[in-house]
């Protein structure tokens, strides 16, 4: 009786939910016996026999007690190993992989972000440059239709004074009028000159900036190929 006693005082101390510092093992010569088989090393199987006669209610209560406190015992079985040097060396090099292994991973998920990021800096980087582009091919475009318009009034000013000049205003052509005919021609032809210089920059600036805009597209477009690659490559590991 006092070995059953000493029982139920270890599995009652290995039951408290905020657990007892000491386990009083050393009480009885079954509880000593039985240290590993409770509380160490192994995993344990226990039987509570009871009896359905009506005089072995009090003796079955108790062993209901006993086997629901038994059953709450939670063992971690491990394997035994002897600590010598080749045991020691074996679990340092099982350790070393596992922490390399660790490391290994961090380093790549790390190197993904950064490349995330580098690409999503590049997108960014893409698009303000796309908008720069549209930005300055339409201002191109409002020079370009300004002079446009200036070169069509100044034609019609200078038609109106050379048909003036040739008799269609009233006025009789003096004798130096095929000297200012002349130097007439001759500035009109600078001035449209000129202005047809001006046109063709224009239109060469408004094609570089279309070729930029392009280039910008299919480099949006790279980068955003290389960011699904990356994001699928993260979602795999």
Excluded: W
């Excluded at 002897?82 to 020691?88: A, E, R, V």
């Excluded at 070729?211 to 299919?218: D, K, L, M, P």
């Amino acid at each position: 009786n006092q070995s059953l006693s000493a029982l139920g005082n270890v599995i009652k101390a290995l039951t408290e939910p905020k657990g007892r510092p000491h386990i009083p093992y050393r009480d009885s010569k079954l509880t000593r016996i039985l240290e590993d088989s409770l509380g160490g090393n192994c995993k344990t199987t226990m039987m509570a026999m009871i009896s359905p006669a009506l005089e072995s209610f009090t003796e079955s209560l108790s062993t209901l007690k006993f086997a629901n406190r038994a059953k709450h015992i939670k063992n971690t079985a491990r394997i035994n190993e002897d600590l010598d040097q080749k045991s020691l060396l074996r679990k340092y090099e099982r350790e070393l992989k596992r922490l390399r292994q660790e490391l290994d991973e961090r380093t790549k998920n790390l190197v993904d972000k950064r490349a995330l990021l580098q690409i999503e800096e590049q997108r960014r980087k893409a698009e303000a440059d796309k908008m720069r582009a549209i930005t300055e091919l339409e201002q191109r475009s409002k020079e370009f239709l300004k002079e446009k318009k200036e070169r069509s009034e100044l034609e019609q000013r200078i038609n109106e004074m050379q048909s003036q000049l040739l008799g269609g205003g009233g006025v009789a052509p003096d004798r130096n009028s095929d000297e200012f005919k002349a130097v007439l021609r001759e500035e009109q032809e600078r001035v449209k000159a000129e202005y047809e210089g001006k046109i063709r920059e224009l239109e060469a600036d408004r094609q570089e900036a279309e070729e930029g805009r392009a280039q910008v597209g299919r480099y949006k477009a790279v980068l955003l190929k290389q960011r699904d690659i990356m994001i699928a490559l993260t979602a795999r590991l």
